[in-house]
C-alpha cells in the first residue's frame, strides 16, 4: 500500500550555492567567488545570507586557481543549513570551498 502525503507548499527547502568564476579585465585576471544561502518555498526564496568577492589571479592560492569554475547548489538539510549560517558570521571565506552534506547537488561548469 502507498501513502501519499500532499505536498505543502511551506515545505521550506534549505539551499546553499557556491561559485568561482575567471574573467579578464583590462588584462587583468580575476577570480570571482560568490556563496548564498536560500531557504526556499513554492512561492518564493529569501536569502539568509550572501557574499562576493574578487581575488588577482597572481594573488590567488594555487587551491583556488586549480578549482574549476562552476556553479554548484546543494540542497541540505536545516541543521548543516544553520552551521554554515554559523560559519558565515566569523569565517565565510571558509564557505567558498566547503562542500556540505547533501540531499541533492548540481554543478553547472561555467566558460
Not at 10 to 30: A, C, G, L, S
Not at 46 to 67: F, T
Request: proline share 5%; with cysteine; glycine share 0%.
Amino acid at each position: 500500500m502507498t501513502c501519499h502525503q500532499p505536498i505543502s507548499a511551506e515545505t521550506v527547502r534549505f539551499q546553499f550555492m557556491r561559485v568561482k568564476d575567471t574573467h579578464v579585465e583590462d588584462n587583468i585576471k580575476y577570480i570571482t567567488l560568490f556563496a548564498r544561502l536560500t531557504l526556499r518555498n513554492a512561492y518564493r526564496a529569501k536569502s539568509v545570507w550572501v557574499e562576493i568577492d574578487e581575488v588577482k589571479w597572481d594573488q590567488a592560492p594555487q587551491k583556488l586557481k586549480e578549482m574549476p569554475d562552476a556553479m554548484h547548489f546543494y540542497t541540505i538539510d536545516e541543521p548543516i543549513f544553520k552551521e554554515l549560517y554559523q560559519i558565515s558570521k566569523d569565517r565565510y571565506e571558509e564557505l567558498y570551498f566547503v562542500t556540505p552534506f547533501y540531499k541533492a547537488s548540481e554543478t553547472k561548469r561555467l566558460g
